[in-house]
């Protein structure tokens, strides 16, 4: 299962001084979409366990992270490393895009 990131000093703990790379799904509740591409996300947690971390953050409880990172449409999901954002993707996407996005990090 992702983790919810609830305070903005959760996700500069969980994200930005990760020592491994982070997955965030920037989602909300309302947009149909985000729900759509949860089962993936938790998906991609299981499988990338140990090696990427994967989490969500509701842009309508932290608003102010989604602004800082430029979030417009939603789901984003943005592939943090070592406190960058390396990948972006917008909008409902195959698992196979976000596969992608992750090798690529783990590989280098």
């Known amino acids: 299962m992702a983790q919810e990131i609830r305070t903005v000093e959760e996700f500069e ?3 930005l001084q990760s020592d ?5 799904d920037f989602w ?3 947009c149909g979409p985000c729900r759509m591409l949860a089962p993936t996300i938790d998906e991609l947690a299981q499988e990338y366990e140990g090696k990427v971390k994967v989490v969500k953050v ?3 409880e932290l608003p102010m992270v989604a602004m800082q990172y430029g979030i417009r449409g939603i789901p984003t999901v943005m592939l943090f490393v070592n406190g960058d954002v390396a990948d972006v993707k917008v909008g409902l996407q195959p698992k196979a895009v976000f596969e992608n996005m992750i090798e690529r990090v783990l590989g280098e």
């Open 13 to 15: 703990r969980e994200v």
């Open 20 to 24: 491994i790379p982070v997955l965030v």
């Open 28 to 30: 909300a509740p309302w």
């Open 58 to 60: 509701n842009t309508d």
